[in-house]
């Protein structure tokens, strides 16, 4: 999500539950025993039972009040397994009271030395997702010692092993690795792909900002030299059971999906944690910047969930996300990076007003992908399949929302409600009579009302892949101006002698391949004076609002307008032909 505009609607997307402050290693790196914030001494080593029943209570208030759809509850430490098979079945038996009620995926990260057949038989039990943290082979893991000092490798990969022989696949989410630059970077993704047989990880960057870099200098980029090799590497295998999710989350970026939470950026505004104790905390990443730095002073014991969102920490958060530095927003990666997470933000000022401290390396990664993933001149046959797996992911997306949550005639463009205010935006930017073309129009709703609002006479016309909203403008929205609408993609549709005074695109709409085509379409298109009206707003399936205009493949020669921002989350620019 574009961070700078996303909605602030005090809905959480997940929970972290710190069910331990103790752990039975000692890494290094480690933000929560080894960095700047010694609370966790003052908290409860293991989460009591009461502040577990507190925490299920005030969860189900919370997902009720507020509808929550989906919720994460990611069980955390320290090591979570040091609170034993009877504190952790307690623990998922009061989960699962919330599971019964509400959509809540649950998932647990350890460091596997704990793991035995019997905890496997819990986690199948009880349906959790397990993830592992392993940094490397075994120089590069053993770097971090058990508390009697001894190895640590063996014990996790024993751990993994099991997992991999006992736990329905499913249920394994695969290896988070800490990125070590002492490391080989190709001997450790082999290690974990043909060594181990590990088909999912991710490589995280070490917690480090501009307040507390420790040992990183960012002008080294030894970061981006690292990661680059095990690119090229899994590019080459082209093996899809195999997933890198710092990768496949810049990929997806590009290719204009909408992908969960980056390695490289995050909101902490989604995110809480809930400590040993009951505190409601910020994200815990946040610990790297200072002592006690997460404590907000709330308990589920006295606080409900949603009072996270009134503390003065988190609405310094939200205005570091409505505020962001001017070199991130005139950058072309922003949108796939978002100015990085507020972890990585953090200045010697006390404030986020600053690009992450990987800001260079990120975008160099940035734009190494988006070199070997596009070839502007000759899209090959891959890059033509994704395109076509795009258009027919939106399809299935707009199918399965047509199949739940009362669908109705305004759920063809996103809404479950008829969205007078933002379609009452377009108003402004139409100033003379003419054809208008919406290329991506759903079932007519934008332009019809464009059309009865308008004080000029307005012509629709207009496109969309989904038969299903083409027939409802047809035969219910426009009818009189049925034979204006065409079902299909821009770039293989005749438009013949139709020339067009507006044209209303959402550049999110369209696959990153279609994009130069489409621009080169419009340019033949509109008439001289003619306007191109482009936008974007959060609807349920396209929560990112566009991207700097002025970054799209082919309309790098095109004058831009101001871009608008206007109320209820709408994003607005023009171009006029001359």
Known sequence: MNIAERPFDKKLSSIIIKVTNICNFVCPYCYMFQAVDSSYKNRPKIMPKIVIMQLVNKLDKYLHTFQIDNMNLIIHGGEPLLMGKKGLIFLLNQLDKLRKKYQTIISLQSNGSLIDKEFVNIFTDYRISVGISLDGYPEIQNKAKTKSGKPTYELIVRGIQLLLEKLDKKYFSGLMSVIDLNGDPIKIYRHFTQGLGIKKMDFLLPLRNHKFPFDYIASDMKIFNWLKPIFDQYL??????????????????????????????????????????????????????????????????????????????????????????????????????????????????????????????????????????????????????????????RKGNYQLKYQSDEPNINWSNGFKQFPVEIYASFIQFINSNGNILDLGCGNGQLLRFLVENSQHKLIPHGIDFRQEVINEAKEIILPDFADNFRIGNITKIDLENNLFDYILLDPYHLADCDRKNVIQIIIDKLRKNGRVILYSYHDSLSTLPHKKIKFFIGVENFDLSEEFVLPNQVSITYIDKI
Not at 250 to 264: H, K, V
Not at 289 to 312: M, P, Q, R, W, Y
Not at 362 to 368: E, F
């Open 236 to 393: 080459a295998d082209d093996n899809d059971e195999i997933e890198i999710r710092i990768f496949n989350s810049i990929m997806e970026l590009l290719l204009g999906a909408q992908t969960p939470m980056c390695t490289i950026r995050h909101s902490a505004l989604d995110i809480l944690t809930i400590e040993t104790n009951g505190n409601i905390e910020l994200v815990d990443d946040l610990r790297i910047c200072g002592e006690d730095f997460t404590n907000i002073g709330l308990n589920i014991a006295n606080n409900d969930i949603e009072e996270f969102f009134d503390s003065k920490r988190v609405l310094q958060l939200l205005d570091a996300e409505q505020n962001l530095p001017t070199k991130c927003l005139e950058c072309k990666h922003f949108d796939i990076c978002g100015s990085g997470g507020h972890a990585f933000r953090f200045g010697l000022d006390g404030t986020y007003n600053y690009p992450s401290i990987y800001c260079e390396e990120t975008k160099a990664l940035i734009g190494y992908i988006e070199q070997n993933i596009f070839e502007e001149e000759d899209i090959d046959q891959d890059t033509k399949d994704s395109n076509n797996d795009f258009y027919l992911q």
